[in-house]
């Protein structure tokens, strides 16, 4: 496999590199077990520094597609078809890096007071109009392009759904998946997520974590045709879907025509040099609704969530539940379309994942100290 770097081209070299090196994998021209290049050999074979290739080495162990061996190199551990869950955390063996979901996003409030001021002078009495019934286009908009650039998620503004709040939609998927059904949950996990699907009369089937994600024979034993995972840091465990898993949950969905939906409350603020791959631009758009919220980025007071779905299951939300208004001012929408416009948002995300990448290594040597 020759790989070709682009150093004109706006996509960073080690991200070109490290994009070749899963699509390699993904093909299978690097099974399972078998040794990457060295590094040496893929930076003369790429045309790109030893450092270039040990960033993109390191975003392919962090996503779990290989791993690296002392003195040995790098062995690929990603399977496309026979992952197998790994022995289980108990609960009192849960990663250190597991964080509560109620932290607040620690957002400046000098740029959030000048944003409303400026929201407040822009729009003036347009601000007491009753938004559409799905949210306010300009913020539509606005997170269309930023999941484009952030997420890798191509889609339409009348694919997403504002709401108030995370447990808010779960209350519209309850409705839209129809009550009375099945639907698989990550445990241990978030309490409220299963609060409200069987408060609207849904059962849950739970499925156990084991570290990588949901055990695979859980997921063949579930008769359920839905289910609910957060890819990235589920809470309460801390645990994160490996690449193999994420792959098997989009294959699991298409097999049973079902659908996942992928909880991503905390997703941006990962301290991986890229951004975690989303189960929806993976599934390329089909099979898989996206919740997020802005209540762990910005602070918690901010109950403003977002759904994107699937383009079939947004012609039928429009059927059946597009008579529900708006649960979200226009005011604090057009604030979050501003933050995201100017990049006020961006560069919060930034400077949190700097600081938790230096945190991430100050804490072992403070431990090694003691």
């Given at each position: 496999m020759t790989f070709a770097v682009n150093k004109a081209g706006s996509t960073p070299a080690y991200l070109q590199l490290y994009q070749q090196c899963v699509q390699s994998i993904i093909q299978g021209l690097y099974p399972y077990g078998?040794?990457?290049?060295?590094?040496?050999?893929?930076?003369?074979?790429?045309?790109?520094?030893?450092?270039?290739?040990?960033?993109?080495?390191?975003?392919?162990?962090?996503?779990?597609?290989?791993?690296?061996?002392?003195?040995?190199?790098c062995f690929v551990i990603y399977r496309s078809s026979d992952f197998?869950?790994?022995?289980?955390?108990?609960?009192?063996?849960?990663?250190?890096?597991?964080?509560?979901?109620?932290?607040?996003?620690?957002?400046?409030?000098?740029?959030?007071a000048r944003t409303m001021r400026r929201v407040l002078a822009d729009y003036g009495e347009q601000l007491l109009v009753k938004p559409p019934n799905s949210g306010c286009p300009e913020l539509q908009q606005e997170l269309c392009a930023y999941l484009a650039r952030s997420r890798g998620l191509l889609i339409q503004p009348d694919q997403i759904i504002i709401g108030a709040g995370a447990e808010y939609l779960y209350g519209l998927?309850?409705?839209?998946?129809?009550r009375d059904g099945l639907i698989a949950l990550e445990h241990p996990g978030?309490?409220?997520?299963?609060?409200?699907?069987?408060?609207?009369?849904?059962?849950?089937?739970?499925?156990?974590?084991?570290?990588?994600?949901?055990?695979?024979?859980?997921?063949?034993?579930?008769?359920?045709?839905?289910?609910?995972?957060?890819p990235f840091n589920s809470y309460?465990?801390?645990?994160?879907?490996?690449?193999?898993?994420?792959?098997?949950?989009?294959?699991?969905?298409?097999?049973?025509?079902?659908?996942?939906?992928?909880?991503?409350?905390?997703s941006e603020l990962t301290v991986s040099q890229k951004q975690e791959d989303s189960l929806f631009a993976l599934a390329?758009?089909?099979?898989?609704?996206?919740?997020n919220s802005f209540s762990k980025t910005i602070a918690p007071s901010i109950r403003v969530g977002y759904m994107v779905l699937p383009r079939e299951l947004a012609e039928l939300y429009c059927q059946r539940l597009g008579f529900y208004s708006c649960t979200v001012p226009?005011?604090?929408?057009?604030?979050?379309?501003?933050?995201?416009?100017?990049?006020?948002?961006?560069?919060?995300?930034?400077?949190?994942?700097?600081?938790?990448?230096?945190?991430?290594?100050?804490?072992?040597?403070?431990?090694?100290?003691?």
């Open positions: 078998s040794k990457l290049p060295s590094k040496r050999t893929l930076a003369a074979d790429s045309g790109v520094s030893v450092i270039t290739v040990e960033h993109a080495l390191a975003l392919l162990c962090e996503e779990g597609y290989v791993e690296s061996r002392e003195r040995s190199g197998q869950g790994l022995p289980g955390l108990g609960a009192g063996n849960l990663p250190a890096r597991s964080l509560s979901p109620h932290t607040a996003g620690d957002f400046p409030f000098s740029v959030l998927v309850a409705q839209l998946i129809g978030y309490e409220k997520i299963h609060l409200v699907y069987e408060a609207m009369g849904i059962r849950c089937d739970y499925l156990k974590l084991h570290k990588g994600g949901i055990a695979t024979e859980a997921l063949e034993r579930t008769s359920a045709r839905i289910l609910h995972v957060t309460p465990s801390g645990i994160s879907a490996d690449a193999s898993k994420k792959r098997e949950y989009i294959r699991w969905a298409r097999e049973r025509e079902g659908y996942l939906i992928e909880d991503n409350y905390e390329g758009g089909e099979r898989v609704i996206y919740l226009a005011f604090e929408q057009y604030l979050l379309a501003s933050l995201l416009r100017n990049g006020d948002y961006e560069r919060h995300i930034n400077r949190v994942r700097r600081q938790r990448r230096k945190n991430r290594k100050i804490i072992p040597a403070r431990d090694n100290n003691r």
